[in-house]
């Protein structure tokens, strides 16, 4: 007989693995992102809603789901199993809003804590009719677990009643798939008229995948047809690799046709058998455990591999559109300082204003326009940068995230930006030059200001601007005109600088906000390694 292994160390490496899943994210629209996050949450959901809890505790009853179509009869089915309503049962669809779970009284503390599906909330009404979805105020009733007890099922056996897996209720579809994941055995129900839709054997597909504990129900069967459609049912089983998957048989009978009767306790006799015997039967119990937890984990080596191959794309995207931003702003910041060095800024209406200098044009005006050129020439130089950013960033498919495309419309203009930083290189710059003149014993007779305009005239005209140094020698004398342009060249290049990794680091922003690492790839597959090593 197959046991399950409950050791700690396992359980720990385990609970160790679900963290490394968890912390796992594909934020990036690659190709493989949106299968990566449903595998990331189908994994998250058998981890947190199954295998974990059933680990812990080995001996809380069997849970066994009923999932299926739309209108395959799921909710009578489970009520005659359970031989009251239990669950509401309809001609509207969806009928299940709020998945029901029935244990009996004895097993209802199993259920009623956080042990499976953490993230449903508890409703216990024992008197409640089926339909009057007792919810707390504000509840969503698509996270609301109520649970139902009775006397009519074993002990160690409890049903859970899922939403309709092709639910035109995306809310719906979810939680089906989480519930189905919650498991030890899955009863998948289809009818005659719907055995060859593509969900029920997607799903059927999934669970030979994980080799879980199947059962299959036909239901809905008329009687005139139930050994042709029984037998071709069974030849698709057979020839997907499920013939072996335990399958029953219930006929169109009255109280099914509108979906609101319970049906005859002969018609789910030999269901209803066959789950007690599971639950009841020691080495049974034993095997329907130990086959879907062993599905489970045995599905980690393929499963964990392949979400790390993800969050490697992943950072391989990221790293991409990084590089391509750091290229672009790193081009654009050598040009800037190309420029500076020939003269660039002193043009235009700056090279009016130092020509007129100092007769037509004050220290004052001439600062101002040098000022002006040198935010333009950065300005250009940022939007030249986000140019070939947003060039290069269109070859790629992760640059659609909507966050790398949306600029916030209450951010500052780069125009602002820029003309602060220059404005503060402008202030510091005039600061030294007080500096500079208040050491002199003619301080007196020269304007500060005039020197910083000497000497932002120096360090932006180039060629153009030598007379400006030649002046600022003949004020300060040569030692002192030689500290003051070492002194406000660091500044320049100092703020330059900055603006630029600023502008830089915006762009980057929203990539950085992302959280794309490296560590995701090799941690998921360690703890991978160290779980196969307890196993």
């Known amino acids: 007989m197959v046991t399950l292994d409950v050791r700690p160390q396992l359980i720990d490496a385990l609970s160790a693995l679900r963290d490394r899943v968890a912390a796992a994210r594909f934020p990036l629209p690659l190709a493989g992102a949106p299968r990566a996050r449903a595998n990331r949450d189908e994994l998250l959901a058998q981890l947190d809603d199954y295998l974990v809890p059933r680990l812990k505790d080995p001996e809380a009853p069997l849970l066994a789901v009923v999932g299926g179509s739309t209108g395959a009869g799921k909710s009578t089915l489970v009520n005659s199993l359970v031989g009251r309503r239990v669950s509401e049962a309809g001609v509207l669809r969806p009928t299940t809003r709020t998945p029901v779970l029935v244990c009996h009284p004895e097993d209802h503390h199993w259920f009623s804590g956080m042990r499976v599906l953490p993230d449903l909330t508890r409703v216990w009404v024992p008197q409640q009719e ?243 050129s040198l935010t333009a020439l950065l300005v250009c130089a940022v939007a030249a940068a986000d140019d070939r950013v947003d060039d290069s960033w269109r070859r790629e498919p992760a640059a659609a995230a909507p966050t790398l495309r ?33 050491e002199l014993d003619k301080a007196a007779t020269l304007d500060p200001e ?13 060629r153009r601007a030598r007379a400006a140094g030649e002046r600022l020698a003949g004020r300060l004398g040569a030692h002192g005109a030689l500290r003051l342009r070492d002194r406000g060249g660091r500044l320049l290049t100092e703020h330059l600088d900055r603006a630029v990794h600023a502008e830089r680091e915006r762009r980057l922003a929203p990539l950085d906000a992302l959280d794309v690492h490296p560590e995701p790839q090799a941690e998921l597959i360690a703890a991978l390694s160290v779980l196969q090593k307890e196993r």
């Open 450 to 462: 005039a020197v910083a305009a000497l000497v932002a005239t120096a360090l932006l005209g180039g």
């Open 130 to 372: 089926p339909g009057d979805d007792m919810l707390l105020p504000g509840e969503d009733p698509a996270r609301v677990l109520r649970v139902e007890t009775t006397e009519s099922l074993p002990r160690g056996l409890a049903l859970l009643d899922a939403p309709d897996i092709d639910s035109l209720v995306a809310d719906n579809r979810v939680l089906a798939a989480e519930l189905i994941c919650a498991a030890d055995i899955w009863i998948m129900v289809t009818t005659a008229a719907r055995y060859a839709d593509a969900v029920p054997w997607h799903l059927l597909r999934t669970a030979k995948e994980y080799d879980v504990t199947l059962v299959t129900v036909l239901d809905r069967v008329p009687h005139q047809v139930v050994s042709e459609v029984s037998r071709q049912y069974g030849a698709l089983l057979t020839k997907a690799g499920l013939g072996h998957v335990p399958r029953f048989t219930v006929p169109e009978l009255p109280e099914s046709a509108w979906g609101g009767g319970l049906l005859p306790a002969t018609a789910v006799a030999p269901l209803r058998t066959w789950l007690v015997h599971q639950a009841q039967d020691s080495a049974a119990r034993h095997q329907v455990m130990a086959r879907t937890a062993y599905g489970v984990l045995d599905s980690l080596k393929s499963r964990m591999p392949e979400l790390a191959s993800a969050a490697a794309a992943q950072y391989a995207a990221a790293t991409r559109l990084t590089a391509a931003v750091e290229a672009a702003y790193d081009s654009e910041h050598a040009r800037v300082r190309s420029r500076l060095q020939s003269g660039a800024v002193l043009a235009g209406d700056a090279l009016k204003r130092w020509r007129a200098f100092p007769l037509d044009c004050t220290a004052g005006e001439l600062l101002d326009a040098l000022s002006e």
């Open 406 to 438: 949306d600029r916030d419309p209450t951010a500052e203009s780069v125009e602002h930006r820029i003309g602060l930083a220059v404005r503060r290189w402008r202030r510091e710059l005039e600061e030294c030059a007080e500096d500079e003149v208040r």
